[in-house]
């Protein structure tokens, strides 16, 4: 897995606006309204999104990341950068440096 | 299939309805290209609906017109017509004229039916087939049986469920209480059988809202139930098409001389490839009807209710690994 957790300094990451997510049993699915496109999240991807939404500040959410994930510090990191950054490059988030 | 509405106007206000009630007619050449699109396209049934259809002022006009072209018409209609509609559809014959009544206050018993719903069933009987749009999980529908079984009508009775519109503000029938809504059917239909009355299920309906125990008195529609959220067409009165009235809001499209109905639905179903992974339940992925192409998620449109959104922001902080070890 690449290493993100250099990639994202100053970085702050906001849902597109015609992005909406609907929750599934395996996962959240989102929906981009403006290009037209889905995307599946699973776990712990999902987490991430959905830890995101709810307003979790980053270093709560890698701290629980390592939890659902089972996964230590620098893990977690790479796991939520890597998300963030992926999110961002497919236009499912907007990021601002 | 395609639905022709020829105006929003109606004289009762459902709170589920789609149509904004005003003062909008189809005028007489778009009436005529979309039987020419009908035409084109291979289908021999008019479906005419509203607003109610029958205030039409050329209501008459358009069915003379259509029977004319040799179409049959299925018309829509909540059975509050006026008196001149009511002896136009007297006099055509049974044959070609097929009209679903959707009796919009649901009566808790075939004696609190409204007159002039009794009148109506009294002199179209056979051409008329009773039904409910189900927008609550309080129903009742004995009535329709007796309404089949007292006046003599067609041996059906249609039944539609209450979808939201995409962008919201109807009232609708939530996905949970479709199991609440399929014990009743299920109940209703085992009654029905006997009388030789089937259901004509409109779309919508999906299997895990019915007791697997009632699959076989449903009969074999129950095969098809959860495949039926597919572009019906609606035609709006400007000629406008949208893919059902719920989807209206997300696309529209001209009825272009070249198009035939399968050309439209395509167009359509293309436009809605992103929105169909949704589905009504969590639970749909998992689910084995799915599994096994009986089901392909329910109504579109109350799946998309399911989709939220909020504005949030995530700050990752320039010096996230050191501040993470201090953290923990
Ligand atoms: S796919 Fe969803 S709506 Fe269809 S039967 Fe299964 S759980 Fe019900
Ligand atoms: S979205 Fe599908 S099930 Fe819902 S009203 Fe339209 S065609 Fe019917």
Sequence with gaps: MLNHSRQNRNASYSCHPKVRWVVEIDGV???HHELEKKKKLGYPE???????????????????????????????????????????????????E | MANISITTKCNKKCRYCFASNSDNFMEGQTFEQTLDFLERSGIKEVRILGGEPTLHPGFSVFVRAALNRGFGILLFSNGYMPES??????????????????????????????KRLVSLFQRLNTKTIPGLNIDTPSIQLDFLLDIVLGFNTMRKVRLGLAHPKAEGGNHFLHPRYYPAVGRK???????ARPYGVGIL????????????????????????????????????????????????????????EDLTDTELRNVFS???????????????????????????????????????????????????????????
């Design chain 2, 185 to 191: 059917i299920a109940e209703f239909s085992s009654k």
């Design chain 2, 85 to 114: 509609a009511l002896c136009f559809l007297e006099e055509l014959p049974a044959e070609k004229v097929k009209i679903l009544v959707n009796v919009v206050t649901n009566p808790e018993s075939f004696d609190g039916l409204d």
């Design chain 1, 29 to 31: 699915l989102l929906i």
């Design chain 2, 270 to 328: 293309k436009k809605q490839e992103t929105f169909r992974s949704m589905m009504l339940y969590k639970k749909c992925s998992n689910c084995t009807y799915r599994q096994h192409g009986h089901c392909t998620g329910g109504c579109l449109s109350a799946s998309m209710q399911r989709q939220r959104f909020s504005k949030f922001t995530l700050t990752v902080p320039d010096c996230q690994g050191t501040l993470l070890s201090h953290f923990f």
């Design chain 1, 46 to 96: 999902a987490a991430v999104w959905d830890l995101a939404t709810q307003g979790f500040a980053y270093a709560r959410m890698v701290d629980l990341i390592t939890r659902i994930a089972s996964v230590g510090f620098r893990e977690a990191e790479n796991i939520v950068n890597g998300c963030l950054e992926s999110l961002a490059e497919q236009g499912f988030l907007q990021k601002t």
């Design chain 2, 201 to 256: 299920f409109d779309c919508g309906f999906v299997p895990c809202m019915f007791p697997e125990s009632s699959f076989s008195s449903i009969g074999p529609e129950m095969a098809e139930l959860g495949k039926r959220c597919n572009p019906i067409l609606d035609i709006l009165p400007d000629g406008q098409v949208a893919s059902c009235f719920p989807l209206a809001s997300l696309q529209q499209e001209m009825l272009r």
